[in-house]
């Protein structure tokens, strides 16, 4: 990777764009909820896409079915987030902080536990609650 550190600031790099993949991901479905889109179709039309990489279908399959245990618990997702964010200078990533302040009310909620696909669920009416869904 390159001197000493390098590799441990490339996962931080990796982590963020992880990060950002499941917040689309999370955010499509979510407005999906909220325009009234049955959550199947709306995976199935996202799923076929080749925006979508494997990783992000995945998530994608397992918001759909609002599954959210987790592989990827939010709160260690957070906290990979806020530290990129530390390394970089204060306010240069404003999309990253708006993402990491998301999160971080989804945890104070009590979602860190599961699966950082779970942001779903405070997307659109800023409630845990999704109509139709357990």
């Known amino acids: 990777m390159g001197p000493a550190g390098a590799g441990s600031r490339l996962k931080l790099v990796n982590n963020l ?3 950002f ?3 689309g ?3 499509a479905v979510a407005l999906g909820d909220t325009l009234g ?3 199947d179709t709306v995976g199935q039309a996202l799923g076929g896409s ?3 990489s494997p ?3 995945e998530k994608l399959a397992r918001t759909v079915r609002d599954e959210h245990d987790a592989q990827y618990a939010l709160a260690l997702a957070l906290k990979d987030v806020e530290l990129a964010l530390r390394e970089a200078p204060p306010g240069s990533f404003p999309a990253g902080e708006a993402l990491a302040a998301e999160w971080r009310h989804a945890v104070d909620r009590g979602l860190g536990g599961d699966d950082l696909t779970v942001v779903t669920r405070v997307l659109g009416s800023g409630t845990t ?3 139709g869904r357990p």
């Open 129 to 131: 609650d999704r109509p």
């Open 55 to 57: 990783w992000a279908a």
């Open 21 to 23: 993949v499941n917040e």
């Open 50 to 52: 080749p925006l979508v």
């Open 37 to 39: 889109l049955d959550r």
């Open 17 to 19: 764009l992880l990060a």
């Open 25 to 27: 991901v999370a955010a």
